[in-house]
């Protein structure tokens, strides 16, 4: 049984964590608040320039284009988006599984995986088993900004363009709420079109001309998808971390009351012993 230094001892270390973890809940809720504000302001930008982009693809573009023609798949990238650090609950973990899963599947239908890690979890997890990676981007996560699209874009363009790879797709933690990310698997190369009724190219005039606007907004919006991504990653993991900060430091005050009470109990115990040590001994120099 433990002594009650030992439980003094224990309840001091409970509420020294207690106290980490809720300095980091208080950090993650600063960073997310800001990490929110990018991703919401990003996304309408990236849905209606994907739309316009799709619009502006003629039929001709379709069969020709390299961005959007489909070829049979016999090598794909697969980039994948983890966080640089632990203490996030499963926000690591359901990126590695939902990953694994979807390049086994690969393996089954014959196709060659590629991997791109983005993010230091992801990286160890998979450079120590049998998966091919062909470039890794780590530590980006703690000063995030767009110069970092372009450390990943290139690798990704110019093999698809090359012919390296027919096909490219994302796996990263798209941002819900602070208390739900979803795992989203998102085909990148090559682009899908994403047409809205009503709105094809043929009601508009065009001046330069649609092939050259086209060519002109599917860069940037190449650029800006994987941004989204990126800043869809970043507000999911401080979600994760503020949840999984919140309920540490729960679980500690649970376990704390836990503690104080067993400590009590066995002080209480050790009083009850000496006084009756003492009565006992008081009647036996009575007798």
């Not at 899963?101 to 014959?110: D, F, H, I, M, P």
């Amino acid at each position: 049984m433990a002594t009650l230094r030992d439980l003094r001892n224990r309840i001091k270390g409970v509420k020294s964590t207690q106290q980490i973890t809720k300095a980091m809940k208080m950090v993650a809720a600063a960073k997310l608040r800001r990490a929110t504000d990018a991703i919401v302001s990003a996304r309408p930008y990236t849905n209606k320039l994907g739309s316009l982009v799709g619009n502006l693809f003629t039929e001709e573009d379709k069969a020709t284009n390299p961005f959007v023609k489909v070829r049979e798949v016999k090598t794909e990238l697969v980039v994948v988006v983890t966080a640089d650090r632990g203490l996030c609950g499963a926000f690591n973990t359901n990126i590695i599984k939902e990953t694994t899963a979807y390049v086994e599947s690969l393996k089954a239908q014959g196709i060659n995986p590629l991997l791109y890690c983005v993010g230091k979890k992801g990286y160890d997890h998979f450079r120590k088993r049998n998966y091919t990676l062909v470039g890794d981007l780590i530590g980006l996560f703690n000063s995030l900004n767009f110069s970092y699209v372009g450390k990943i874009l290139p690798t990704a363009l110019n093999g698809y363009l090359e012919g390296k790879f027919d096909k490219v797709t994302f796996i990263y933690n798209e941002f819900r709420s602070v208390i739900s990310q979803k795992v989203i698997v998102s085909q990148f190369l090559p682009v899908p079109l994403e047409v809205q009724e009503g709105t094809s190219g043929e009601l508009f005039i065009f001046e330069p001309s649609q092939k050259d606007i086209l060519n002109a907004l599917l860069p940037q919006y190449l650029e800006t998808n994987l941004w989204k991504a990126l800043l869809d990653s970043n507000a999911a993991e401080f979600g994760a971390r503020m949840t999984a900060m919140e309920n540490a430091t729960t679980n500690a005050s649970e376990l704390i009351s836990s503690l104080k009470l067993t400590y009590n109990k066995a002080r209480q115990a050790a009083i009850t012993k000496e006084l009756l040590e003492v009565v006992s001994g008081a009647n036996a120099l009575k007798g």
